[in-house]
């Protein structure tokens, strides 16, 4: 997966989510919404409905309510990078004495992807990384989402009182539970396993050259 795709994706998946929850409010049951689904016309003559998803995940974007819940894997995943490209030199004496240091250095990820882009091997690795990574920020996307949702459906439930409201309030509340709890913390995981993968390869094979690249980043950040 290109990160041109990538971006693209993480453009419009959150935008075709928030149109969803806009097509059920505009509904006051299940039967509405499926003829409003059916009457979609997907052909170029509808191009609407891909335009709007691109508006809307451009505005949720420019909000930055994706990190809301996806801050915290994604550091979690740098934090991790950093922690064992530095460890990888523990028993170095020129770039040890910076180990604390180097650990809360952005500029590390940097060193990491600057690896990732150059050698052919870990080039292939970071497709499943991206794809990963797509799957990763929309449970992100799916746990905002779903709280936009519990708040409409709330609303709409109380003024309306509706079993349609009612079920999809419950939708929304599953899908929230099992984003949060369950979905982000196993693709977490799986992303945080990816990534090692990359590290094992760039320490076992690359180390020489990574060390050269650390020194540097020392001489130019912590040289007196």
Known sequence: MSIRMLKILRLIIPGFMILIVIL?????DLLGLSKQLKAIDLS???FIFYIIPVILGAIYY???LRNLFFKKPVQTIQQNIRDRLVSGFDNDPAISPY???LKENRKIIQIFYRFVDSDPSLTEKSNNVRANGVILSSFADACVTSIFAMLMYGVLLVFFLSFYYLFLLMISVVAFIS?????LPNMTGI???????QIDFIITN???????????LIEIDYAQ
């Not at 992303?191 to 993968?197: F, G």
Request: overall charge negative; hydrophobic content about 25%; cysteine-free.
């Open 206 to 216: 690359l180390h020489d050259e990574l060390g050269k690249a650390i020194e540097k």
């Open 179 to 183: 984003s949060y709890y369950l979905f």
């Open 99 to 101: 180990s604390d240091r």
């Open 62 to 64: 420019a909000l930055g």
């Open 191 to 197: 992303h945080l396993d990816y990534s090692n993968s």
């Open 24 to 28: 059920t409010i505009q509904n006051e």
């Open 44 to 46: 170029k003559k509808s």
